[in-house]
C-alpha cells in the first residue's frame, strides 16, 4: 500500500497552469528525488502534499483514506524554512516535537538525539535567531523527521548550502533512508543520483519521466565513442560519421563523439577503417552517455 | 488538551521574552494613573508653570471621584486600545506572513487549538494589564479625591472589560483572513472607529450596541446607576464575541497558509 497516491493533480495560479495533471505513487522506505529546473512546478507539488496550497482539482489520498489526519504521517521542510527567532533551537525541537503528538518527556529525548543527528547539538542552547543558514536547514530536517513521519518531504534541502553543507545534508539523508521515506526536491541530477532510487522528473508542470534510476539508464542511455586525432579531427570525423553504426556525430574542441546503435559492431568497424587509412588516432574511449544529457535532451523537446 | 496547553506554554513564553508581560502592563499604569494625579494636582501644576495673572479668578471645580476614574476610562478606551490593536494585529498574520505558521500546522496541530490559543494569551495579557491599571487608577482615586466602593470598581470593571475582549476577538478574526499585520491593525481600527462613531450619533437607534458599553460604565461611575440598555448591549457583545470565534476558527480552517 502506497504511503499517496496521487491522480490527476491540477494547480493554476491566476492565468498561468502550473500544475497540468500529475499522477504518481510514493511508497514506503523510498528515497525518491523530485527533480526539474527552476519553475518546473517542484514547490507547489511539494506544498500540494503537505497541504499549504489547496489543488484546484485532482485528489491526493494518503494511507488511512481522506478522513484521518494525514499530517501524522509526514514531515515537511520548505524551501526557506523560517522558525521562531526567540526560540532556542533544542526549543523549538520540543515544541515541534509535542505538537506532532510525542509526550513530553519523549520530545526532550529525541529532540536531543536529532540535535546530535544534525551535528547542531553545540548550538542547541542558542536562539534560532542567530544560526547560519546551514544550521537553519538542518534545524528544519530535524523537526521535519521528529515524529518519525512515514514520508518525510523536503524542499530543496541542499540547494542553499556551501559545498560543504550540502555534502553534510546529503550524507544525513542517506542515513534516514533506512528509517522513513523521503521525497526531496532538487534541480541538480547528482544530488538526486547519489541518494535516490527513484525519480520523478517534472517538467513545466507535467511528470515526463519517472522511474528507478537503474531503469532510467538503460532506456535512455546510449552508448558513445569519443576520437581524437593528431590534426584534422573535424575532417575525420566526418568521414567516419558516415559508416552505418553512427546515429549521430557531435564534435567538441579536438574530441568528436559519436552516438551509435551497437557497440561491438562499431568498435570493429572504426577501429578497421582507422587502421586502413592509417590515420593519426590519438584517442579512442568507449562510454555512456549521462543521465544529464539525457535529461538536457527531454527538457529541449 | 495537552497540545493546547503546548500552544499557550509557547505564547507565554513568547510574550516573556518580548517582555510584553512589563511594559503592555506598565502602559497601561502610566496611561490610566496619569489622569487622577492630574486632575487633582491641576492648580499646583498651573501655580508652578508661572501661575495666574494677579486677580484674575478661575473657578476650577473640583472634579468627583467618579469623574476623575471615568477620565482613567477614557484614556483606555482611546490609547489603551490602540496598545491593545498593535500587539494583537501580527498575532496570527505575523507568523504566517513569515511562513513559520506553514512549518507549524503541517504538523497535527488543531487549527481551534492554534487560534484560541493564541486569543487566550492576549486576554490574559490585557486583562492583567487592564487590571493594573484600573486598579491603580481606582486607588489613587480613593486617596486623592475618596474612595469609590469596590463593588462598584469591579462591576465596572468586568462591564467594560467585555468591551475590550470584543476588540481582541475582532483583532484576531481579521489576524485569520489578513496576511499583512500592518492591513489587520487598519481594518481592526476602522471598524471600531465607524462602531463607535455609529453608535454614539445614533445612540437611540443602537442602544443595544458593543461599542456603547464604554458610555455605560461613565454613567455607572458618575452618576452610580446603569441604563437600562446595558443588558442588550452586554448580550450582543457576548454574542458578537462568540461569532468571531467560530468564524476565526472556521476561515482558518480554509485557508492557504503558503
Same mark, same amino acid.
Given at each position: 500500500?502506497?504511503?499517496?497516491?496521487?491522480?490527476?493533480?491540477?494547480?493554476?495560479?491566476?492565468?498561468?497552469?502550473?500544475?497540468?495533471?500529475?499522477?504518481?505513487?510514493?511508497?514506503?522506505?523510498?528515497?525518491?528525488?523530485?527533480?526539474?529546473?527552476?519553475?518546473?512546478?517542484?514547490?507547489?507539488?511539494?506544498?500540494?502534499?503537505?497541504?499549504?496550497?489547496?489543488?484546484?482539482?485532482?485528489?491526493?489520498?494518503?494511507?488511512?483514506?481522506?478522513?484521518?489526519?494525514?499530517?501524522?504521517?509526514?514531515?515537511?521542510?520548505?524551501?526557506?524554512?523560517?522558525?521562531?527567532?526567540?526560540?532556542?533551537?533544542?526549543?523549538? &525541537?520540543?515544541?515541534?516535537?509535542?505538537?506532532?503528538?510525542?509526550?513530553?518527556?519523549?520530545?526532550?529525548?529525541?529532540?536531543?538525539?536529532?540535535?546530535?543527528?544534525?551535528?547542531?547539538?553545540?548550538?542547541?542552547?542558542?536562539?534560532?535567531?542567530?544560526?547560519?543558514?546551514?544550521?537553519?536547514?538542518?534545524?528544519?530536517?530535524?523537526?521535519?523527521?521528529?515524529?518519525?513521519?512515514?514520508?518525510?518531504?523536503?524542499?530543496?534541502?541542499?540547494?542553499?548550502?556551501?559545498?560543504?553543507?550540502?555534502?553534510?545534508?546529503?550524507?544525513?539523508?542517506?542515513?534516514?533512508?533506512?528509517?522513513?521515506?523521503?521525497?526531496?526536491?532538487?534541480?541538480?541530477?547528482?544530488?538526486?543520483?547519489?541518494?535516490?532510487?527513484?525519480?520523478?522528473?517534472?517538467?513545466?508542470?507535467?511528470?515526463?519521466?519517472?522511474?528507478?534510476?537503474?531503469? &532510467?539508464?538503460?532506456?535512455?542511455?546510449?552508448?558513445?565513442?569519443?576520437?581524437?586525432?593528431?590534426?584534422?579531427?573535424?575532417?575525420?570525423?566526418?568521414?567516419?560519421?558516415?559508416?552505418?553504426? *553512427?546515429?549521430?556525430?557531435?564534435?567538441?574542441?579536438?574530441?568528436?563523439?559519436?552516438?551509435?546503435?551497437?557497440?561491438?559492431?562499431?568498435?570493429?568497424?572504426?577501429?578497421?577503417?582507422?587502421?586502413?587509412?592509417?590515420?593519426?588516432?590519438?584517442?579512442?574511449?568507449?562510454?555512456?552517455?549521462?543521465?544529464?544529457?539525457?535529461?538536457?535532451?527531454?527538457?529541449?523537446? | 488538551?495537552?497540545?493546547?496547553?503546548?500552544?499557550?506554554?509557547?505564547?507565554?513564553?513568547?510574550?516573556?521574552?518580548?517582555?510584553?508581560?512589563?511594559?503592555?502592563?506598565?502602559?497601561?499604569?502610566?496611561?490610566?494613573?496619569?489622569?487622577? &494625579?492630574?486632575?487633582?494636582?491641576?492648580?499646583?501644576?498651573?501655580?508652578?508653570?508661572?501661575?495666574?495673572?494677579?486677580?484674575?479668578?478661575?473657578?476650577?471645580?473640583?472634579?468627583?471621584?467618579?469623574?476623575?476614574?471615568?477620565?482613567?476610562?477614557?484614556?483606555?478606551?482611546?490609547?489603551?486600545?490602540?496598545?491593545?490593536?498593535?500587539?494583537?494585529?501580527?498575532?496570527?498574520?505575523?507568523?504566517?506572513?513569515?511562513?513559520?505558521?506553514?512549518?507549524?500546522?503541517?504538523?497535527?496541530?488543531?487549527?481551534?487549538?492554534?487560534?484560541?490559543?493564541?486569543?487566550?494569551?492576549?486576554?490574559?495579557?490585557?486583562?492583567?494589564?487592564?487590571?493594573?491599571?484600573?486598579?491603580?487608577?481606582?486607588?489613587?482615586?480613593?486617596?486623592?479625591?475618596?474612595?469609590?466602593?469596590?463593588?462598584?470598581? &469591579?462591576?465596572?470593571?468586568?462591564?467594560?472589560?467585555?468591551?475590550?475582549?470584543?476588540?481582541?476577538?475582532?483583532?484576531?478574526?481579521?489576524?485569520?483572513?489578513?496576511?499583512?499585520?500592518?492591513?489587520?491593525?487598519?481594518?481592526?481600527?476602522?471598524?471600531? *472607529?465607524?462602531?463607535?462613531?455609529?453608535?454614539?450619533?445614533?445612540?437611540?437607534?443602537?442602544?443595544?450596541?458593543?461599542?456603547?458599553?464604554?458610555?455605560?460604565?461613565?454613567?455607572?461611575?458618575?452618576?452610580?446607576?446603569?441604563?437600562?440598555?446595558?443588558?442588550?448591549?452586554?448580550?450582543?457583545?457576548?454574542?458578537?464575541?462568540?461569532?468571531?470565534?467560530?468564524?476565526?476558527?472556521?476561515?482558518?480552517?480554509?485557508?492557504?497558509?503558503?
Amino acid at each position: 500500500m502506497p504511503v499517496v497516491s496521487i491522480t490527476n493533480l491540477k494547480k493554476r495560479f491566476k492565468d498561468q497552469e502550473v500544475i497540468k495533471g500529475l499522477d504518481f505513487q510514493l511508497s514506503e522506505g523510498k528515497c525518491i528525488a523530485l527533480l526539474g529546473a527552476n519553475g518546473a512546478g517542484k514547490t507547489t507539488t511539494l506544498k500540494m502534499l503537505a497541504g499549504l496550497v489547496k489543488p484546484d482539482s485532482g485528489t491526493i489520498v494518503y494511507e488511512g483514506g481522506e478522513k484521518a489526519d494525514f499530517r501524522r504521517l509526514i514531515g515537511y521542510l520548505p524551501q526557506f524554512p523560517v522558525f521562531y527567532d526567540w526560540m532556542t533551537g533544542k526549543e523549538f &525541537l520540543e515544541y515541534a516535537g509535542q505538537l506532532a503528538g510525542l509526550p513530553k518527556a519523549e520530545a526532550k529525548d529525541r529532540a536531543a538525539e536529532l540535535l546530535e543527528l544534525t551535528g547542531i547539538s553545540e548550538a542547541k542552547n542558542r536562539r534560532i535567531g542567530k544560526f547560519s543558514g546551514g544550521m537553519k536547514q538542518r534545524l528544519g530536517i530535524a523537526q521535519a523527521i521528529i515524529h518519525r513521519p512515514k514520508l518525510v518531504m523536503l524542499d530543496e534541502p541542499v540547494s542553499a548550502l556551501d559545498p560543504f553543507g550540502r555534502r553534510e545534508v546529503l550524507e544525513l539523508l542517506g542515513r534516514l533512508k533506512k528509517e522513513t521515506a523521503i521525497l526531496f526536491s532538487t534541480h541538480i541530477l547528482n544530488d538526486a543520483e547519489e541518494i535516490c532510487d527513484e525519480i520523478l522528473f517534472l517538467h513545466g508542470g507535467e511528470l515526463i519521466e519517472s522511474g528507478t534510476l537503474a531503469d &532510467l539508464r538503460t532506456r535512455h542511455q546510449q552508448a558513445k565513442i569519443d576520437l581524437v586525432f593528431k590534426v584534422n579531427t573535424a575532417e575525420y570525423a566526418e568521414e567516419i560519421s558516415l559508416l552505418p553504426p *553512427v546515429s549521430s556525430m557531435e564534435l567538441k574542441g579536438d574530441s568528436a563523439s559519436f552516438l551509435v546503435e551497437d557497440i561491438e559492431d562499431a568498435r570493429n568497424l572504426f577501429l578497421t577503417e582507422i587502421a586502413k587509412r592509417k590515420w593519426p588516432l590519438l584517442k579512442f574511449e568507449i562510454s555512456r552517455t549521462s543521465l544529464e544529457d539525457v535529461f538536457m535532451k527531454v527538457v529541449k523537446k | 488538551m495537552k497540545q493546547w496547553v503546548t500552544l499557550l506554554k509557547k505564547e507565554m513564553l513568547e510574550l516573556a521574552r518580548n517582555f510584553k508581560w512589563i511594559w503592555v502592563p506598565l502602559t497601561f499604569i502610566l496611561i490610566t494613573v496619569k489622569e487622577p &494625579l492630574t486632575l487633582y494636582y491641576l492648580p499646583q501644576i498651573i501655580d508652578s508653570l508661572g501661575g495666574l495673572p494677579e486677580g484674575a479668578v478661575i473657578e476650577l471645580p473640583v472634579p468627583s471621584a467618579g469623574e476623575a476614574l471615568a477620565a482613567s476610562l477614557s484614556q483606555l478606551n482611546t490609547i489603551g486600545v490602540l496598545i491593545i490593536v498593535l500587539i494583537a494585529m501580527g498575532s496570527i498574520a505575523g507568523e504566517r506572513k513569515s511562513g513559520v505558521a506553514g512549518l507549524i500546522l503541517v504538523k497535527p496541530v488543531s487549527y481551534a487549538g492554534f487560534v484560541t490559543a493564541k486569543w487566550t494569551s492576549l486576554m490574559m495579557l490585557i486583562w492583567l494589564s487592564y487590571f493594573l491599571g484600573y486598579f491603580l487608577s481606582w486607588y489613587y482615586v480613593g486617596i486623592l479625591f475618596e474612595f469609590i466602593p469596590f463593588v462598584d470598581f &469591579l462591576q465596572s470593571f468586568f462591564v467594560y472589560g467585555i468591551w475590550l475582549t470584543l476588540i481582541i476577538t475582532i483583532v484576531i478574526l481579521f489576524n485569520t483572513f489578513i496576511k499583512s499585520p500592518g492591513a489587520v491593525g487598519f481594518f481592526t481600527i476602522g471598524i471600531i *472607529v465607524l462602531l463607535t462613531l455609529l453608535s454614539t450619533s445614533l445612540s437611540h437607534l443602537m442602544e443595544w450596541s458593543p461599542a456603547l458599553l464604554s458610555a455605560y460604565t461613565n454613567t455607572f461611575i458618575i452618576g452610580g446607576n446603569f441604563p437600562d440598555e446595558l443588558l442588550p448591549s452586554i448580550i450582543v457583545s457576548v454574542i458578537a464575541i462568540t461569532i468571531s470565534m467560530i468564524a476565526s476558527i472556521a476561515i482558518f480552517k480554509r485557508r492557504e497558509l503558503a
